[in-house]
C-alpha cells in the first residue's frame, strides 16, 4: 500500500461527457503528480502540483485541468471526452518539490464509449 | 520524441538466474534515474534509484548501474525469483521533478 488513493478505480462514460478524477496523497506529502498511460506506452507526465500551486505542465491538453485543495487532495478534470482520452489515470506524491522517490497509486482506468 | 527509451518489450529468464532490463536516454540534463515494478491492476511500485553522480547503487537482489557517458543504465535482479515477474519502468527525473517514463519492460521469470 503506497497510501496514496485514487477514486474511482474505474469510470465508464461517452464521448463529449466531464469526469473528476480525484487522488489523496500520502500523509505529509506536499507534492501531487498526474501522469496518463495509454495503451502501450510508457506513463506521461501531465501535471505536477505543489502545496496548492501549479508548479510544471506536461503533455495536458486543454480540455483537461487539475487543481489541488487546501487539504492537499487533488482533482484531475477531463471535459469534452474523445475516444482516445481511454487510459489508464496515475496520481503520484512526494513529500517536496523534486524529491524521490514519486509514490503512486492504482490508478483510475477511464473508458471512453 | 523519447528520451527515456526501453528497447525490449519483453524478457524471459530462469528462476535464480540473472534479470537485466536495460534503458536508454537521450537527455544529459536527467540528474535523477528511478526504477519501478508494476503488477497488474496496481501502480508502480519504487523500487532503487540512482543519482547522476553514481555509477551503481545496491539493494538486495537489485542493483542499478549508470554508464553516463553511454547515456544507459540497466537493472541486475539476483537471483530471479517467480515473483519478480512484473512490468519494469525505467524513469528519469526533470528539474521540476516530474518523471519522465520508458514504456517498460515486461519480465517473465519461470520456476
Known sequence: DSGVTQTPKHLITATGQRVTLRCSPRSGDLSVYWYQQSLDQGLQFLIHYYNGEERAKGNILERFSAQQFPDLHSELNLSSLELGDSALYFCASSPRTGGQPQHFGDGTRLSIL | ?111
Open chain 2, 1 to 111: 520524441d523519447q528520451q527515456v527509451k526501453q528497447n525490449s518489450p519483453s524478457l524471459s529468464v530462469q528462476e535464480g538466474r540473472i534479470s537485466i532490463l536495460n534503458c536508454d536516454y537521450t537527455n544529459s540534463m536527467f540528474d535523477y534515474f528511478l526504477w519501478y515494478k508494476k503488477y497488474p491492476a496496481e501502480g508502480p511500485t519504487f523500487l532503487i534509484s540512482i543519482s547522476s553522480i553514481k555509477d551503481k547503487n545496491e539493494d538486495g537482489r537489485f542493483t542499478v548501474f549508470l554508464n553516463k557517458s553511454a547515456k544507459h543504465l540497466s537493472l541486475h535482479i539476483v537471483p530471479s525469483q517467480p515473483g519478480d515477474s512484473a512490468v519494469y519502468f525505467c524513469a528519469a527525473r526533470r528539474s521540476q521533478g516530474n518523471l519522465i517514463f520508458g514504456k517498460g519492460t515486461k519480465l517473465s521469470v519461470k520456476p
